[in-house]
């Protein structure tokens, strides 16, 4: 089931006004999830092959804990749910960014110490069943 | 509760330190890096004078007997808890049973010596002379005046599963605040009363070499090791009162850096004293490192502090609006 095209077409002409990355919507039988780049909107097809992690908040990305010299979960990391696989710097605070669910790390998606935004895509995870 | 399983040495409970009473002959106590307890209790949500638990000989384990809240700051230390590895400088929250383990510190980007763990709301202990920091010398405040020891139990103020939000974290203020010079970690330094009363080459020694950190070091004062200090003619004074950070000479001519426990008056000469503002790099820097003193003024010496306290009341902003938020 999916939204009725003019819904997603409203929702998309408002995306395109804001600062917002990516616009997820999801409700019973419903998953809409629009990606948003300098006024370019697109749909992103469904099922993802993968689960994309965004940033929780605005922040400096980081893959490793700055008094650790390796990243919290380099691709390929087997993660459990729950574990912290990046950090986001807000000024002095460290906000870690979780995985949902056990998965293994496909992709390291933003470089280490980019300012993000509210829904910038961080790290790739292939989800794993058991 | 927490219940303390290892059979541990010199860990002590401590607050911010007890002022104002060294007129009593009280020294001050206090965590030797005072700015990582503020920052765990920052974390969750505690107010500035809590107590918490500063470990300095590893591993260091506890048990928790019912959930609690708590924050890990300082040395780096691999923790875990169950076995599953904590960020350091973060805080989480343990349930009923569940065994926090403070392995080496680890020494990848920040060599540091101390971990301090924070419990919400703080450690339980009653205040005394306005402060619950253990005050070894006089076997008074902490827990019982003493060191922990095995089997010893504390409570926290505020425990209980989701009492707290948890999972925030804060860069250690050594990347926030650095401080080097010619390639070793630097202390800004006053020149004390009887600085001017070296010769010129000790004078110049003392800002030029390095020193290093010697194994006769603790909570009450570091002995350094480097060149030797030597004043123009010998000094001889009655006994004076002295605060922590003061640099005395000993006849010797290396220097002890008085730190918490240090007893309130001595009768060395004094060539420097560490500002206040950087006493926490002095209590991190691990035996056996070397660091440079560095001449500062007054006014430095307070704009230091300055930069201190607002480098907490950002961390404490962005973490209360943090805390709204979720």
Redesign the interface.
């Known amino acids: 089931m999916s939204l009725p095209a003019a819904d997603i077409a409203r929702l998309a002409a408002w995306l395109a006004q804001t600062d917002l990355a990516a616009l997820d919507l999801r409700g019973p039988g419903v998953h809409l999830r629009l990606h948003h780049v300098a006024g370019t909107v697109t749909e992103v097809e469904e099922p993802p092959p993968v689960t994309v992690i965004t940033a929780p908040s605005v922040g400096h990305f980081l893959a490793a804990h700055p008094l650790h010299d390796h990243p919290l979960a380099p691709i390929g990391t087997r993660v459990a749910a729950g574990q912290a696989i990046a950090l986001l710097r807000v000024g002095p605070l460290l906000l870690p960014v979780t995985a949902p669910c056990p998965a293994i790390v496909v992709d390291v998606i933003a470089a280490p110490g980019a300012a993000v935004g509210y829904g910038t895509p961080l790290i790739a995870l292939h989800p794993l069943t058991d | 509760m927490i219940e303390i399983l290892s059979d541990t040495a010199l860990a002590t409970v401590q607050d911010l330190g007890r002022t104002g009473a060294l007129n009593w002959g009280v020294g001050t106590s206090g965590a030797m890096d005072p700015l990582a307890l503020a920052a765990g209790n920052i974390l969750l949500g505690n107010g500035a004078g809590a107590a918490a638990i500063e470990v300095q000989v590893f591993p260091f384990l506890v048990r928790f007997a019912e959930p609690c809240a708590f924050a890990l700051t300082g040395a780096?230390c691999a923790a875990s808890l169950d076995g599953r590895p904590l960020?350091?400088?973060?805080s989480a929250e343990a349930a009923a049973g569940q065994i926090l383990r403070l392995g080496l510190p680890?020494a990848?980007?920040?060599r540091a010596s101390r971990a301090y763990l924070c419990l919400a709301g703080g450690i339980d202990v009653p205040a005394v002379l306005g402060s619950r920091s253990t005050q070894l010398r006089g076997a008074f405040g902490g827990h019982d005046g003493r060191a922990l020891r095995q089997g010893d139990r504390l409570a926290a103020v505020a425990p209980g599963a989701g009492q707290r939000p948890t999972?925030?974290?804060?860069?250690?203020?050594a990347?926030?605040l650095p401080l080097s010079q010619d390639g070793l970690p630097a202390i800004r330094v006053l020149p004390a009363a009887e600085y001017d009363r070296y010769t010129a080459a000790s004078r110049a020694a003392f800002w030029g070499e390095p020193w290093r950190i010697t194994p006769q070091s603790d909570r009450y004062g570091y002995r350094l090791a480097g060149p030797t200090l030597t004043p123009s003619a010998p000094i001889e004074l009655r006994s004076h009162g002295i605060v922590p950070g003061v640099i005395q000479v000993p006849h010797g001519g290396q220097p002890i850096v008085q730190m918490r426990d240090a007893q309130p008056s001595g009768g060395y000469p004094k060539i420097g004293t560490i500002i206040e503002a950087d006493l926490w790099r002095l209590g991190q820097a691990p035996i056996g490192s070397r660091l440079r003193f560095v001449e500062t003024d007054w006014e430095t010496a307070l704009a230091a502090r300055d930069a201190n306290e607002a480098?907490l009341a950002?961390?404490a902003r962005?973490?209360d609006l943090?805390r709204i938020a979720t």
């Open positions: 780096d960020l350091p400088w973060c680890a990848a980007t920040w999972g925030l974290g804060a860069v250690p203020p990347f926030c480098w950002n961390l962005l973490a943090r």
